[in-house]
């Protein structure tokens, strides 16, 4: 069995849009925050590992070291769509766990624009599929998703709706979300609908971030100091397997459930034992389908599960504390790396006003349409 | 449009297909050993890595609103709302498409509920200035 392996720092920027910046200027930021968090410098990196959807033809993890330091280190870019930055995070894991470097950095970043992501599925007769062939858009999918709960679990639309009203309150405890904003449930129930259920505060943010971390053998972590460290406990990645409708309607839900029943089993514990949760709330309806995904409640209590408050900060197990990707933001490639940076910011009691009290164990989860789902599991040392 | 009297025009999707009549239906791909239909073609079979040859099956033309969603804001050009639906054909695989004929309300869209699939000319036409036949979802009538 190979040793442990930790992440040293870790940092994101504030999520924003930033139009005039360059997508290698973003990430650069990232990684030289990543780095001053963990007192090391470029030169001590044997590998980087970037995350990245919209410029990942343009060799953006090579250009961030044209920006930082050319060490001429190996350089991988990954691509997994919304779980882009948690895979490039998990191939950092896997080279040090694999004993192959002591000291890697994973970077995720992305510059997104405003507006509906997908596409109108034009042929070569230039027909817009849209519309015809119902919608292949983001909002329309995971409201389909979340439909599906409903008709076999009665959740309502103000379930839904009570995510968003919670994660938007968790950002205004979060100076790095993009969005610091109170919306009571009249508010996100009475906003343009999108897709129903889905109206326009229970959609993602897309805005444009980056995120980074230094991750370490226990050998270089023991060296160079435990005391901020955080162990990765887990590290899950799957893609969608067989099921009924995957190729009608995209299974979000098995691969979530099967990537966390391998993170558990490999970080041998149980839903039961995290204390605090950043999932992929990329739209309102996702997040009540992940609470049932993930463990944090019986099949079917998921809405009932949102009602009782157990997954507001101070509840029972709070989730996406953050703000979540409905208003810290969601820069797809960067997502997976800034739940890491939120969670292990917990467990080394340095979240500030949004701190959950006591947290030892953390969960991460990313969904990437197509499909790619990444769950890690990080621990207080 | 009669489903009789298609000269095959140009279609939306490959699966959709013109019988020796001229009527409309669509094609699903089934495999030869575990039975399970598709509506695109593969290598092997999704669900048990079968390499025989696929059936091709004519899919029935009835089924259940398995999940939808009322889309209220597209793309510059869309027409909005409409429903997009997921639909488990009777006996066959599922379905994406929009259903019609249908207030896009959830008090009108409700999951469970029958429908049906017709086909139906577009208001697009091809460079021969032949119209475009594309396939519906509609609520079972009775």
Known sequence: MSEDVYVLGVDMIKFGRFPHRTIDGLGAEAALLALDDAGLGIKDMQALYLGNVGHVTQFVGQKILQQIGQTGIPVVNCTNACASGATAFREAYLAVKSGEYDLVLAVGAEQMGKGLLGNAGGGDDGIPREGLLGSRLMPALFAEVGMEHSRKYGTKPEHFAKVSVKNHHHSTLNPKAMYQIETPLEDVMGAEMIAYPNTKLMCSVNVDGSAAAVIASAKKARELGMGRAVRVRASALTSDRFTQRDLTLPDFNTCTRDAARIAYEKAGIGPQDINLVELHDCFATAEIVHYENLGLCGEGEAGAFIDSGATWLGGKVPVNVSGGLLSKGHPLGATGIANIYEVATHLRGEAGARQVEGARLGLTHVLGLGQACAVHVLEKV | ?142
């Open chain 2, 1 to 142: 449009m009669s489903d009789t009297a298609l000269a095959n025009p140009p279609t939306i999707v490959p699966f959709l297909k013109f019988g020796a009549d001229g009527a409309p239906y669509l094609e699903g791909q089934q495999c030869a050993d575990c039975g399970e239909i598709y509506t695109t073609e593969r290598m092997a079979c999704s669900k048990c890595f079968s390499r025989k040859p696929f059936k091709a099956v004519r899919l029935p033309t009835t089924g259940e609103l398995y999940t939808f969603s009322i889309v209220h804001r597209s793309y510059p050009g869309i027409k909005v709302p409409f429903v997009s639906a997921t639909v488990d054909l009777d006996g066959a695989c599922s379905l994406k498409g929009t259903l019609i004929d249908v207030e896009p309300d959830p008090e009108h869209v409700k999951t469970g509920m029958k429908v049906e699939v017709v086909f139906r000319e577009l208001e697009h036409k091809n460079k021969e200035g032949r119209t475009y036949v594309s396939y519906f979802f509609v609520p079972k009538k009775g």
